[in-house]
């Protein structure tokens, strides 16, 4: 009986998720057309569309639907060494590439060193004895109980004084909350502030869009925007 019930309920999943895909090229067509008709011409319309994350969404509803898995030899990723770009939209695919570390390797150390100038840091480690060492030493640093503790009453109490200080109930959330918090962690936790608040802020931000965000290698930000924080980011880092 219950084999049964799981081809039953297999094949439910499956059309379901035809249908959602089959609706999400029918957005798409919408994105498309409106693209066409719409003024300032068709590249710039498109291109402004799918800038938006809703209509990345329908793009990756369609993909786990019809075609989940694919790759290409095109280069999108200009920021670290590779050959081409693959695709992976569906939720226990996209675990087993994260939890197979040996095939897929973690890519931030080439800029990681640029940032240490010249050691590598454990978030650009693929596992083994540097990695162990390394986050066997941060896990002494950081006590097991410290984010209970000290790390997450102190934010929480952080934010609620932030939103409670709104006299208008409307707040830009950016500057004047998910910067401050994280910022005040750094600086009472780590004891890595900075100068002051204003620039380290402003240099976490761009070594994080560097390390992370910078998937096209943007050459003025790398030789420009980054210089400062770049060689201070070497000494904040070590």
């Known amino acids: ?24 090229l029918i957005r798409l067509i919408g994105v498309g057309i409106r693209a066409l ?10 291109a402004a569309a799918f800038g938006k994350a809703s209509t990345q969404r329908l793009v990756f ?42 095939d897929f390797e973690v890519v931030y150390g080439s800029r990681m060193r640029k940032l240490t100038d010249g050691d590598n840091f454990f978030l650009g480690m693929q596992p083994g004895w540097d990695y162990t060492r390394d986050t066997s030493a941060v896990h002494l640093a950081m006590r097991n109980t410290d984010v209970k503790e000290l790390v997450r ?24 909350l998910t910067l401050q918090v994280p910022w005040d962690m750094t ?13 380290m802020q402003d240099w ?10 910078d998937l096209g290698a943007d050459p003025d ?4 925007q980054c ?3 770049l060689k201070c980011g070497a000494i904040w880092i070590r």
């Open 1 to 24: 009986m219950s084999a049964i019930t799981n081809i039953f309920t297999t094949l439910f999943r499956v059309i379901l998720g035809w249908l959602q895909g089959i609706w999400c």
């Open 187 to 199: 600086n009472t936790y780590f004891g890595a502030g900075g100068p002051d608040k204003e620039t």
């Open 61 to 102: 509803g369609f993909l786990r639907a019809f075609v989940p898995n694919f790759s290409i030899s095109k280069v999108f990723v200009k920021a670290y060494d590779n050959t081409g770009t693959a695709v992976i939209t569906r939720h226990n695919d996209v675990h087993d590439v994260l939890n197979r570390d040996a």
């Open 204 to 213: 976490a931000t761009i070594l994080f869009w560097y390390l992370f965000e």
């Open 153 to 176: 009453p102190r934010a929480e109490r952080l934010a609620n004084e932030i939103v409670g200080a709104s006299k208008t109930g409307k707040m830009d959330i950016v500057p004047e």
């Open 227 to 229: 210089a400062t924080p």
């Open 221 to 224: 930000l790398t030789q420009n």
């Open 37 to 46: 008709f719409g003024g300032g011409g068709v590249k710039a319309n498109l």
